[in-house]
């Protein structure tokens, strides 16, 4: 059946379908396409070797179906562990490009020869992969350096994948669709997204810099340089770290290095990136870890890197804090929030959360089996979680067992517990009480503007007899005076809030402190509070 036949509207991503078609007949899975009308012979595509068949399938069609892959193997949360387990042990499969190619791929980048820039470029790679290649170098100047070039016209056939993957999904949501809610053409805007940044090597110099000036802080973690001056879109230059692997135990007691030193500091820093900094290193495993005298981090290779916004950082602290407290109630509300179902059994989750807060309340915490064991219980209750959190959760296992190799007695709660305290107490601090009524304040004394005009309309329906008929009229004569009221509590709202910004920064100068903050900060809280509940609590 044609491209045309099945709704893919591109002519030209005709050819690109029939080969994607008969690779996936060739791995048995023909039954999928002949459902998806695209070919293929109905029948079963089952069997206990399908999670490798398709790793092999994925291998066999390039690197956007390779990354596809590798984001589901992060969904633990959708995947029994038969397929994530399969799913990330995807290579990408593709024999180095010659160097007369890499040469002329540098020069077009470099505007030059390489030979003006470079003292010395070693011929033989470093690695391959399916975006880039690597080689060692040396500037002119004597920085040792490594080099990815960007394999040449990748572009187009990246763009022509995700073409015919957008359709392809839409096709299979109409075949069944029960997996709506596992909310795939979300996973497919998410891998059309990481490709995107995989192809600009410039971007990864930015996430690179941008991790770097967050970690300025912390002497014991170190990133490498990036070279802006010779970097681009297909090409990056940046600093050469000789260090050792953090699994390559050998080496690292010759060194005098202490596992238990790096485990604490390459989980804090990981932590902070997530959770202070939202912006975190998403394939944390040992080839992008680097130990160095003095017990020194390193984290190279930011070609993934995962973002968590304010909201979903706070959310995460409230799920630490749901752990330690054994607060099983917080925790399964917390997942259907995530999930966004409303139709799940909450008396079930709740109780499964709290036999998960009983196993894992209580140090040490292993923070790796942990988050495995929620995603498994979000995968038990049919509950998906956003991409955002996947790939973090799928981040924290690498990370964490990286670590406990370092230090097969380390405990994540002695490293998480400062973090965590210091980001709530910033939370509830001046500055954020101050903002959130700013942003209320805002929002408020928007609705009031806007509410001469909502209530002229309602009296124009209300005389022309066009109100909808979902809206029950019964009571009528109430409506005016329920509106004043409503007017004065938006006003008390908008007070309050003014209050919040006004008076918190004053309060918070000086005095005692409660729960490590502030007396005044305190009173702000339970003045601002008492207010929005006056606002918020029911008349008759």
């Not at 394939?283 to 160095?292: F, I, S, T």
Request: aromatic share 4%; with cysteine; charged share 20%.
């Amino acid at each position: 059946m044609s491209i045309l036949e099945t709704g893919l509207v591109a002519l030209r991503d005709r050819q690109r379908l029939a080969q994607i078609s008969a690779i996936a007949i060739r791995h048995s899975f023909s039954d999928i396409l002949a459902r998806l009308g695209v070919g293929g012979k109905a029948g079963s595509d089952g069997g206990p070797d399908a999670p490798e068949r398709l790793r092999r399938l994925l291998e066999e069609l390039g690197p956007t179906f390779t990354k596809l892959g590798q984001i589901l193997s992060t969904r633990a949360d959708l995947l029994g562990p038969e397929w994530t387990g399969a799913l990330e042990k995807l290579q990408s499969q593709v024999q180095p490009l010659p160097w007369e190619t890499v040469r002329a791929e540098m020069a077009a980048a470099l505007g030059q020869p390489p030979e003006d820039v470079f003292a010395t470029i070693t011929p033989e790679p470093l690695a391959a992969g399916s975006i880039a290649q690597v080689h060692r170098a040396q500037l002119s100047g004597g920085e040792d350096v490594v080099v990815k070039v960007r394999r040449p016209g990748l572009r187009p056939k990246i763009e022509a994948d995700m073409r015919v993957l957008s359709h392809l999904t839409g096709l299979a949501e109409a075949q069944w669709p029960d997996i709506a809610r596992f909310r795939p053409r979300e996973i497919v805007r998410n891998l059309a997204s990481a490709m995107a940044e995989e192809l600009d090597l410039a971007a990864e110099g930015r996430n690179n810099d941008l991790i770097a000036a967050n970690m300025a802080e912390l002497p014991a973690i170190k990133l490498p340089r990036i070279f802006h001056d010779y970097s681009s879109e297909t090409l990056l230059v940046q600093e050469f770290i000789d260090g050792i692997a953090p699994n390559d135990h050998a080496a690292l007691q010759k060194a005098g290095l202490d596992g238990r030193v790096l485990a604490a500091r390459g989980t804090d820093a990981f932590l902070r990136m997530a959770l202070v900094d939202g912006v975190f290193h998403a394939d944390p495993h040992p080839g992008n870890l680097r130990a160095l005298p003095g017990n020194v981090v390193a984290f190279i290779d930011f070609g993934m890197v995962g973002r968590l916004g304010a909201r979903r950082r706070e959310e995460l602290l409230a799920l630490l804090a749901g752990i330690v407290d054994q607060n099983g109630g917080r925790i399964a509300m917390l997942l259907l929030d995530w999930s966004g179902q409303t139709q799940a059994d909450l008396s079930a989750i709740e109780a499964d959360c709290d036999l998960f807060v009983t196993r894992h309340g209580v140090p040490p915490l292993r923070l790796g089996l942990a988050v495995a064991e929620f995603t498994a219980l979000a995968r038990q209750h049919d509950l998906a979680l956003p991409p955002d959190l996947a790939l973090l959760f799928k981040a924290l296992i690498t990370a964490d067992g990286v670590m406990r190799g370092l230090d097969p007695d380390f405990d994540a709660i002695t490293v998480a517990a400062p973090i965590v305290r210091r980001e709530m107490q910033r939370m509830l601090g001046p500055q954020a009480l101050a903002a959130q009524g700013k942003t209320l304040a805002i929002d408020l004394t928007g609705l009031l503007r806007d509410l001469p005009g909502l209530l002229r309309l309602l009296n124009l329906r209300l005389r022309q007899g066009t109100l909808s008929a979902e809206i029950e009229l019964k009571g009528l004569e109430r409506l005016s005076g329920d509106i004043r009221q409503a007017a004065v509590r938006i006003a008390v709202a908008i007070i309050t809030a003014a209050f919040a910004i006004g008076l918190a920064p004053g309060l918070v100068q000086s005095g005692p402190t409660v729960f490590g903050l502030p007396l005044g900060s305190w009173t702000g809280v339970a003045l601002v509070a008492a207010g929005l509940v006056w606002t918020v609590w029911p008349r008759k």
